[in-house]
């Protein structure tokens, strides 16, 4: 997702968000132990969304 759609969200919902994408990146990191991840660009993708949902949350304080 693209930062705009982020700043679109409350505080409450960004909090939300980055939950579900953290424990998402945990779950890939696990794949990729056990060698069952399919997509290893998911990985750095999931990152980058985590960093921008923070990077949108710092703005807003």
Known sequence: MK?????EMSSDELKDKLEE???HLF???SQA???KLENS???INVR???A???TVMRESK
């Open 41 to 43: 660009k998911a990985v």
């Open 52 to 54: 921008r949902i923070k």
């Open 27 to 29: 779950d890939l990191h």
């Open 3 to 7: 930062a705009q759609h982020y700043r």
């Open 21 to 23: 994408m953290q424990r």
């Open 48 to 50: 980058r969304n985590i």
């Open 33 to 35: 132990v056990t060698e």
